[in-house]
């Protein structure tokens, strides 16, 4: 079979292998969710956009579903994470309108440059309650989804077909601690914790759980954040082993191999997607 071409993805995979599958996805318009979403759309599956922006969600879902012929992508606007009952309605919507919930991305984060004496408890608090709380209530509102969803596709199995995965975002600046990230760190400290009880409450059931934490990625939100505040960009390419910042294609294959049939030994773990960068990082 023909390999399909797209920026999103490289050329190790083949056409169709997510057919008939669904991702859900939060922060499905940002630029790393939506890297993830073309890339898995692109090899055969339909998904779901989660956000808090409508009109945002709503453009980028209509701009994926190009990536190919007959996708279905939803974008379902007016979700914020921090609220359960918004995200198990849009779980639910999601079901009734592509079927299933295969593949979940908990990927909504928020993220501001400040020191610890310059966050108030309530700053603090709010990156804690997008990335750990969404990141719990993604968990709580599809679970029971991938719980179905791995019964129908066990793994390992004979014809390539996956489901019940569950992949959060998470970074690496826990790792070492980082100066003016110390909200953000704790809560994705707390987002590795959570991915591995849900590898060992749920693998039972067939279902995975895994990190995937991305390192300076060029072009995305995060990164303008943080690249704005004094970090030189080309000191800091050089501080990365690999020689370069990562693309969202990266972090768009780790994600599509950890959900594919390559992954189906993969649970509980972190994959870091930064070129090494982590082993440098810890003082600007
Ligand atoms: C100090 C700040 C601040 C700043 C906001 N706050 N910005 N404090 N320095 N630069 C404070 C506010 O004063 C307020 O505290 C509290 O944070 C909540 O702010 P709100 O604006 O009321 O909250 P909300 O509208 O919910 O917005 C949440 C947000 C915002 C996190 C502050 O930035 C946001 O919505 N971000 C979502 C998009 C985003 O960040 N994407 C990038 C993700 S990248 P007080 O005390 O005044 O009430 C990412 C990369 C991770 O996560 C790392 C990867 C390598």
Redesign the pocket.
């Known amino acids: 079979m023909s390999v399909p071409r797209s920026e999103y993805l490289s050329t190790a995979w083949r056409d169709g292998i997510f057919a008939n599958r669904v991702l859900f996805i939060t922060g499905g318009a940002?630029s790393i969710g939506s890297a993830q979403t073309r890339a898995m759309v692109h090899l055969g599956a339909d998904a779901c956009i989660i956000g808090r922006s409508v009109e945002k969600t709503e453009a980028a879902a209509k701009e994926i579903a190009k990536v190919r012929n007959g996708a279905r992508v939803i974008g379902i606007g007016g979700v914020d994470v921090r609220s359960y009952d918004s995200l198990k309605a849009a779980a639910d919507r999601c079901v009734k309108e592509l079927g299933s919930i295969d593949f979940v991305v908990a990927g909504a984060?928020?993220?501001?440059?400040?020191p610890i004496a310059?966050?108030?408890?309530?700053?603090f608090k709010?990156?804690i309650d997008?990335?750990t709380i969404g990141t719990f209530n993604t968990i709580k509102a599809t679970i029971p989804y991938l719980i179905e969803s791995a019964a129908r596709n066990p793994n390992p199995n004979d014809d390539g077909t996956t489901g019940g995965r569950f992949v959060s975002t998470s970074?690496?600046?826990h790792y070492t601690g980082m100066p003016l990230?110390s909200h953000?760190s704790a809560a994705?400290a707390a987002i590795d914790s959570l991915m591995g009880s849900v590898a060992l409450e749920y693998g039972p059931y067939g279902v995975t759980a895994n990190c995937i934490a991305?390192?300076?990625?060029e072009g995305?939100?995060?990164m303008e954040?943080?690249a704005s505040a004094s970090i030189d960009r080309r000191t800091r390419t050089k501080g990365v082993p690999s020689g370069r910042w990562g693309s969202v294609r990266d972090v768009a294959d780790a994600t599509v191999f950890v959900f594919s049939d390559a992954g189906n030994y993969v649970n509980g773990t972190n994959l870091v997607v930064d070129g090494a960068g982590w082993r440098r990082q810890g003082a600007l």
């Open positions: 940002g984060a928020g993220n501001f440059i400040a310059g966050l108030s408890p309530n700053a709010s990156v997008i990335d970074a690496t600046f990230q953000v994705k991305p390192g300076a990625i995305t939100e995060g954040r943080l």
